[in-house]
Structure formats: C-alpha cells, structure tokens
DNA sequence: AGTCGCGCCTGGCGGC
DNA sequence: TGCCGCCAGGCGCGAC
C-alpha cells in the first residue's frame, strides 16, 4: 500500500534515469485507471524532457518545460524501470520510453492509481489543497494541536486526512500512534498539546526509518528494480494482532477505525 | 462544515 | 480440488 516511504522510495529509484532525459514515446495500455487516463496525454508527454521529479504527498511529479506529469499509485501501483524490449507483464497500463532505451511501466493490479498531465498553467483540485509535508518544518505540535480543535473524529482518522497532512495511510498511522502511546480511537480534539508533540515526533520518525528501509512490501508494492522494500520488518503493530506487544508483551488487538483495520495495545496505548 | 459510509478494483485466502 | 465470498485500503463523493 504505498504510502509516503514507499513513494519516496520510488521517487529516488526512478529519478536517476529520468532526470534531464527525453521522453520518446507514451503508450496508454489501459486508460481506466482511478480516473480515466486523458485521450491527449501521450500527445502532450511525448517529446518532453524531464527537468525534475518531485513529490507531493503521495503524488510523484515529473516536470517539464510545459507542464508535469502526476501520478499516484493508489492501492497496489507501482513503478518499474526495464529496458526497452523486455516483456509487458499484465496490468502494465502506461509506459514512457525515455531516451537512453529505458522505460518507465505503470503496474497496478488494482487500477486505484491515476496519471494527469498538468499544463503549467493550470493547478489540479486533487493537489492544490493538500496539507504540510510531514517531514517539513511546517508540521510540528501547535500545527497538529490548533488543526484538531474541535474535531470529533478520531486522531487515526484525523492524521490520515491529507487535508491536515499528507502521506499517512494505515500502516504508518497504526505504527506512530503506537510509538505515540495514543489510543487509535481516542477523539483528536481532545487531545493535549504535548501529546501531539510526541505523535508528530513518532511519525516523522517511522516515516524516516520507512524511507531508509525503501518502505513496506506487503503484496503489491515494489521499488524502480522490482526489489521489495524491507520495512514490514520493523513494524511494531500493523499485521501483529495477536502477538505480545513488543514493548509490554500484552496480546496486540485488532479492532476496526474508520472502517480500517487497527491494530495497538490496550496497555501501552491510551 | 464536519462526519460517515459507499464504491471503485483485483488477487489471495479461508471455508466448505 | 474448486468455487464462492470476503478482505485489503486510498480517496473522492454524496448524504445528512
């Protein structure tokens, strides 16, 4: 489930061998992606050399001179760079064959993932209203706290909305909030000050530590290469139900928030 | 405005 | 062994 680590992890893979190359040629495979790929993308990408790859969120970016490209890799998506001749596998949607005689494959399973082409002169609803980066300075405990006032949802709910931050999914929530010592299902406005220090603390931890790991690898994700990322070795309580807590050996419970499955420790967590 | 539930989609898995 | 139903969850959307 790619969440922030993991698009991170594909940003660095890929850009190696993007940056400053040409893209020679676009084939859309399966436009009915999470919303429909646009009939003119391969027209508007082809001929475009890449000036820079970034990432919003979950969102990576491939700019150009005259415009970017969005991705996002939804539920099972990820991104493969092969050379140019090796077969397409099923569910290889898009392909952009750069320059060098490499291409960039489009994989997802479960067609979750987007692609867009954004002209420079145009924003794009889906991020133009996006909240902080986690890993800037801007997200930080007053941020957190003043943002939760007043709120009814619960704090894995509320640190989940990329309207407050961006980049958080279930596991990495489920694992900072257990780092936290902060129940899942605890009301987010009414939550101290302090205590939302020390979660904003726990989550640009794991996240670092994800990145460093080149994310978690549960089914489908996969870096540039196809290699897994070895995150899922250090989670402390997603998928753990049932285990002892890793910190005071209390059988881990699994419950449902938000309709996601939920995972923490009724000693350690309150 | 905030909150909640739904649905998109495929593959893996448990149960019978 | 095979089939069926359930589940995984990011995220926009409609309803209240």
């Not at 890929?14 to 676009?26: E, F, M, R």
């Not at 993308?41 to 969120?57: C, E, F, P, Y």
């Not at 609803?125 to 902080?132: R, S």
Request: proline share 4%; aromatic share 8%.
């Amino acid at each position: 489930m790619p969440e922030l680590p993991e698009v991170e992890t594909t940003l660095r893979g890929i850009k190696p061998y993007l940056l400053g190359k040409t893209v020679t040629a676009v084939m859309v495979h399966e436009p009915r992606l999470r919303w429909p790929v646009e009939a003119n993308l391969a027209q508007m990408v082809t001929g475009q050399t890449i000036s820079g790859l970034n990432r919003r969120g979950k969102y990576l970016l491939l700019e150009t001179s005259s415009g970017r490209l969005m991705i996002h890799l939804g539920m099972s998506g990820s991104l493969r760079v092969v050379k140019n001749g090796i077969a397409r596998r099923k569910h290889d949607h898009l392909e952009l064959v750069i320059s060098t005689g490499k291409v960039l494959r489009f994989h997802d399973p479960r067609r979750f993932g987007s692609v867009f082409w954004l002209p420079n002169t145009e924003g794009h609803e889906l991020i133009d209203n996006l909240g902080p980066e986690p890993l800037s300075k801007d997200f930080n405990a007053d941020y957190l706290f003043e943002a939760s006032r007043g709120r009814r949802i619960t704090v894995k709910n509320f640190v989940m909305n990329s309207k407050i931050v961006v980049g958080i999914g279930n596991i990495y929530a489920n694992e900072a909030l257990f780092m936290a010592a902060i129940l899942p299902s605890r009301v987010a406005g009414t939550i101290s000050r302090r205590r939302y220090g020390t979660l904003v603390e726990k989550i640009k931890l794991v996240l670092t530590n994800a990145i460093e790991s080149g994310g978690t690898t549960l089914r489908d994700f996969v870096r540039e290469d196809g290699s897994p990322g070895y995150f899922k070795l250090e989670l402390l309580v997603y998928g753990l139900a049932g285990e002892p807590c890793k910190r005071c050996g209390r059988i881990l419970t699994e419950s449902r928030v938000g309709n996601r499955s939920t995972v923490f420790c009724t000693r350690c967590q309150r």
